[in-house]
């Protein structure tokens, strides 16, 4: 770039100018401090004035109390952890419920099917169709504690909805054939017969 400019040369001159730059500004940020330390005054600083106003200090937030905070009484309980109980949210209940049983998959469908016609705003018959289809993809588990945990899952998902509601006899229904038969009746003996 410059031939004429040693590394020597230029480095002093970026010094120079680095210094120059820090004195200026500290000339122009403290020279009160230090026209103040050179004179033998303390250099403590002053405190900002308080602005005047129409609203008194102590009210606009509130006065600071200075009494000591009472202390609360507490109690300790001597219940031990055999007779406590709790009370689960009904969705923790199915949720919990489901886990433990055979038709998870099919109340995993059931629920699925059940936010997808919520968010279209769909009438009660669509809800039947929809259900009936899938009570019919799962012929085997007709007669078994599986149908019954089904029925009670569709019961208590609708339980609190006032536009759709199910009776327990009516999904039942679901589960048979036009003729009142039973769809499909197994042969063979599962884990859920009695």
Request: net charge negative.
């Amino acid at each position: 770039m410059f031939k004429s400019i040693s590394w020597e040369e230029y480095l002093f001159a970026v010094g120079c100018l680095a210094a120059g730059y820090y004195v200026i500004a500290v000339a122009i940020f403290y020279s009160r401090d230090i026209v103040a330390k050179l004179k033998g005054e303390s250099t403590s600083k002053a405190k900002p004035e308080i602005s005047k106003s129409n609203f008194p200090q102590g009210k606009f937030m509130g006065s600071i109390s200075t009494s000591v905070r009472k202390q609360i009484p507490t109690k300790q309980s001597i219940a031990s952890s055999e007779e406590l109980s709790f009370e689960s949210q009904p969705e923790e209940l199915l949720a919990a419920n489901r886990a433990d049983s055979a038709g998870v998959d099919m109340m995993d469908a059931l629920e699925e099917v059940f936010m997808y016609l919520a968010s279209k705003k769909k009438d009660k018959a669509t809800y039947v169709e929809k259900i009936t289809r899938l009570v019919q993809q799962r012929p085997e588990f007709s007669g078994t504690p599986v149908q019954q945990e089904v029925v009670s899952f569709i019961h208590e998902y609708f339980k609190g909805n006032q536009s759709i509601s199910f009776s327990v006899e009516e999904l039942e229904s679901l589960w048979l054939s036009a003729n009142g038969e039973v769809i499909h009746q197994s042969t063979t003996k599962n884990n859920y017969e009695k």
